[in-house]
């Protein structure tokens, strides 16, 4: 069983920064395809940002210019930078890893608040 770890969420003003890291204990983090999403209060959960293997990205319009997804696959290690954070990115953000062959996993998810 695949267990992803997240750290990095927080309190934070409004165009503030956070980065977000979710660390994966599978040796082959590399095959795997790297989501975040996000679930707002009230509200269903949105994809936020993937990555592929080859490290091709996608990103939700609300996001798009203001966040950027990164992996290491030397540290199994997965990344949310999140910049110019508006009231309406408050969330808890879940990181998942993906592989049509050797399942999903999800994180235990982070909070990010963003206030003043």
């Known amino acids: 069983q695949v267990q992803l770890v997240e750290s990095g969420g927080g309190l934070v003003q409004p165009g503030g920064s956070l980065t977000l890291s979710c660390t994966a204990s599978?040796?082959?983090?590399?095959?795997?395809?790297v989501d975040w999403y996000r679930q707002a209060p009230g509200k269903g959960q949105e994809l936020v940002a993937s990555?592929?293997?080859?490290?091709?990205?996608n990103y939700s319009d609300s996001v798009k210019g203001r966040f950027t997804i990164s992996r290491d696959n030397a540290k199994k290690t997965m990344y949310l930078q999140m910049e110019n954070l508006r009231l309406d990115d408050t969330a808890v953000y879940y990181c998942?890893?993906?592989?049509?062959?050797?399942?999903?996993?999800w994180g235990q998810g982070t909070q990010v608040t963003v206030s003043s």
């Open positions: 599978t040796k082959i983090f590399e095959i795997y395809d």
């Open positions: 998942t890893i993906n592989h049509r062959a050797f399942g999903s996993y």
């Open positions: 990555m592929t293997p080859d490290r091709t990205t």
